[in-house]
């Protein structure tokens, strides 16, 4: 059998049930499998696959995997890429996740049974389809996201800077506003307009939506004993996005030059800007005023 999701609008094809597996975040983009449309990459899982069947070229990122207790390394190879976690608690063999770009396979060792670690599979699809995004003017961008009057506006930071709790503040005091993702929507030029999607991945708050809406703006947050926004000139624009990229990618220049093209595509359109803030209402009102009430007046 074969599992269809579409997710930002590209098609991920698996031989197992992902959804059955324990991650729920992919059940809201489940369709109906059809094998007469070509996906954009199909995950299949192969227990004999080997750090000996490819060959790495370069190890472009090491990154601690807490979830998993486990190291994770970032690779290119003679045919794609691979990421890999090596468990530091036993002496397994490790969990591979392998794309080749001429045929945007992607092969995986993983065992799926009782003992799964679903968050090992989790974060492997999100590396996998995080390069099938970059081939196709799209970017997972770590950020919580937020709607109002239709348009989206995505809330950057580093972990810890706010950026759920100034969604929320939104949500308490804004009419109408929703969370469509706290964690990693993709954005995406389509049919030349700057969106952002839900994603089957965010973070600890569980936010499925396979939903779709124009992007108001952008917002990086830092904490402030006051509340004070501004807008970001293009290259300052450009450093404030860039480090809610994927950044194991910023180590390989051909993600990184699809990540830039569609930053600077997505900016031409669309507003960043910086909110020095406290946690409070006033803060909530003044980034909702200036980006959405505001948005028209100021491209």
């Known amino acids: 059998m074969i599992y269809d999701y579409v997710i930002a609008g590209l098609r991920l094809r ?14 809201p983009f489940e369709v109906a499998a059809d094998e007469s449309v070509s996906p954009s990459c199909h995950f299949h899982i192969d227990t004999d696959f080997s750090e000996d069947s490819i060959t790495i070229e370069q190890l472009l990122s090491e990154f601690d995997v807490t ?29 591979l996740f392998h794309i080749d770009l001429a045929t945007h396979n992607i092969v995986s060792n993983i065992v799926c049974h009782s003992n799964l670690d679903i968050s090992l599979l989790r974060f492997g699809l999100w590396m996998m389809f995080g390069v099938v995004l970059s081939e196709n003017d799209a970017i997972a961008l770590h950020s919580s996201v937020i709607v109002s009057h239709d348009r989206a506006v995505l809330f ?18 804004i009419e109408g506003a929703k969370l469509l993702n706290d964690d990693s929507p993709i954005v995406r030029i389509v049919d030349g ?37 501004r807008r970001l000139h293009p290259l300052a624009a450009i450093g404030a996005l860039l480090p ?14 699809g990540i830039c093209t569609t930053l600077g595509a997505l900016l031409k359109q669309v507003g960043a800007y ?12 003044l980034s909702f005023n200036t980006i959405i009430c505001n948005a028209e007046g100021t491209r």
């Open 67 to 95: 979830e998993a207790n486990a190291e994770g390394r970032f690779s290119r190879t003679t045919t794609g890429y691979l990421y890999s976690t090596h468990s530091r608690l036993d002496n397994k063999p490790a969990t």
């Open 244 to 257: 809610s990229c994927p950044p194991a990618f910023a180590h390989d220049d051909y993600l990184q030059d």
């Open 274 to 285: 910086h909110l020095e803030c406290l946690p409070d209402k006033a803060a909530a009102e």
């Open 193 to 229: 307009k700057a969106v952002v999607f839900g994603s089957p991945w965010s973070g600890k708050t569980p936010c499925y939506k396979n939903l779709c809406f124009p992007i108001a703006g952008f917002c990086r947050l830092s904490q402030a004993p006051h509340n004070l926004i």
């Open 156 to 173: 950057l930071g580093e972990s810890g800077t706010g950026k759920s709790t100034h969604t929320r503040l939104w949500r308490e005091n």
């Open 14 to 27: 698996s031989d197992i049930d992902l959804v059955a597996t324990g991650i729920r975040g992919f059940q």
